[in-house]
């Protein structure tokens, strides 16, 4: 059974930093790919950044240059550096694994940007 467990989510001032991290337990060898989705208040889930085992990374156009999403194979974790938070990255955030066909989602960690 596959486990992902968020952390590093809080409050900070537009500019900021905050950096998230995601450990995955479980049956995840293999080829997968880990990423991070975020969901505003009365919005869809969307793409944020997605890497895959191989280390091929994917950002969506809103957050290039200011997210940086990384992660550690040897100890199945993903980390989101995000820099330069705009009230608009305010969202609840979820770790996202896609391996052998299959979707898994952490229960994801409130970001919120203040002005």
């Known amino acids: 059974q596959v486990q992902l467990v968020e952390s590093g989510g809080g409050l900070v001032q537009a500019g900021g930093s905050l950096r998230l991290s995601c450990a995955a337990s479980?049956?995840?060898?293999?080829?997968?790919?880990l990423g991070w989705y975020r969901q505003a208040p009365g919005k869809q889930r969307e793409l944020v950044a997605s890497?895959?085992?191989?280390?091929?990374?994917n950002y969506a156009d809103s957050v290039k240059g200011r997210f940086t999403i990384s992660r550690d194979n040897a100890k199945n974790t993903v980390h989101l550096q995000m820099n330069s938070l705009k009230l608009e990255d305010t969202a609840v955030y979820y770790c996202n694994l896609v391996v052998f066909g299959r979707n898994y989602w952490g229960q994801g960690t409130q970001v919120t940007v203040s002005s």
């Open positions: 890497i895959n085992s191989g280390g091929s990374t």
């Open positions: 479980g049956s995840i060898f293999g080829i997968n790919v």
